[in-house]
């Protein structure tokens, strides 16, 4: 083979590589269907000249067909006459007519049996147009799942590399720095200005309270909760002040067990001891005499 042969093909089968990959099947059948349907339309042009031929010939074999009736019946006028030549003379002209009559049916049939044939072969033609065109859907649509399949399987392929899902833990550890920055920064501006003290105050005051007061709730209800002190010190005043004198010894012996006056302390004990009861005494007096 030949250095220019040699060319050639490699030219060609490059040429032919470049159109194979330039070729986009939608495009393709797209415009392979432009060229069926522009097919189409000069089909139906032929067709459409040769039914007006049909219908031409037609006319002219009725034409023919009806002058030759009418000299026939100008022959029969003539013979009625008594005129025998020219009856003669008018039935030549309407076998002349009969003749061509008869050529123009011979055409007129041909031409129909044409047409005939052309109007099956423009629907078949029609017919695969049509059929072309669901196929080009068809083919479009698998087209378009063939390039949808391709592009997950590339994506697929792409997150299959851990590169992708580095940078997102590189980026999740990046966002957390900037958190941890922000609540510093909240926190360092809050004592900075007083609020932190301020907040601890107000979470102070109002947590915990509900739960107390439930408690306390609960154990008053069970008879376990120790009365106060300013309460004690109210019942214990009035009842030294209905027993009198000698009062004092037993509540002091009660006081000293402990049993009848909620638990007080040695030294409330030792401060209700050293408590002077004449003046409630005395007083206790000048309410009997008034």
Do not use: C
């Not at 005051?205 to 154990?219: C, H, M, P, T």
Request: proline letters at 1%; hydrophobic letters at 35%; glycine letters at 8%.
């Amino acid at each position: 083979m030949g250095i220019f042969s040699r060319l050639g093909t490699l030219i060609k089968s490059n040429l032919n590589d470049l159109i194979t990959k330039a070729e986009d099947p939608e495009k393709m059948l797209s415009q392979v269907l432009l060229e069926m349907q522009q097919q189409l339309v000069e089909a139906k042009k032929a067709v459409a000249v040769a039914i007006a031929d049909e219908k031409k010939l037609q006319k002219q074999y009725v034409s023919e067909t009806d002058k030759s009736k009418e000299w026939e019946r100008k022959a029969m006028v003539a013979v009625r006459a008594g005129d025998d030549g020219l009856a003669r003379q008018a039935l030549a002209r309407k076998q002349e007519h009969e003749t061509i009559a008869t050529q123009f049916q011979q055409q007129w049939i041909s031409q129909k049996q044409a047409v005939e044939k052309l109007k099956d072969a423009l629907r078949l033609l029609n017919n695969k147009i049509e059929e072309a065109k669901r196929k080009k859907n068809i083919l479009i649509a698998r087209k378009k799942r063939a390039e949808a399949q391709q592009q997950i399987a590339n994506t697929m392929q792409g997150l299959g590399d851990t590169s992708a899902f580095d940078t997102f833990d590189r980026m999740a550890e990046r966002i957390q720095l900037m958190e941890a920055e922000a609540e510093a920064g909240a926190e360092l501006a809050g004592e900075l200005s007083g609020d932190t003290l301020e907040s601890k105050f107000h979470a102070l005051e109002a947590g915990g309270g509900s739960e107390d007061d439930a408690l306390s709730d609960l154990k008053a209800k069970m008879g376990l909760l120790e009365a106060p002190k300013g309460d004690n010190a109210k019942q214990l005043g009035a009842g030294v002040a209905g027993t009198g004198t000698s009062g004092k010894t037993e509540d002091t012996s009660n006081l000293g067990t402990g049993s009848s006056l909620g638990g007080l302390t040695a030294e409330d004990l030792k401060e209700l001891e050293d408590l002077d009861l004449s003046e409630l005494e005395g007083s206790g007096k000048e309410a009997k005499k008034a």
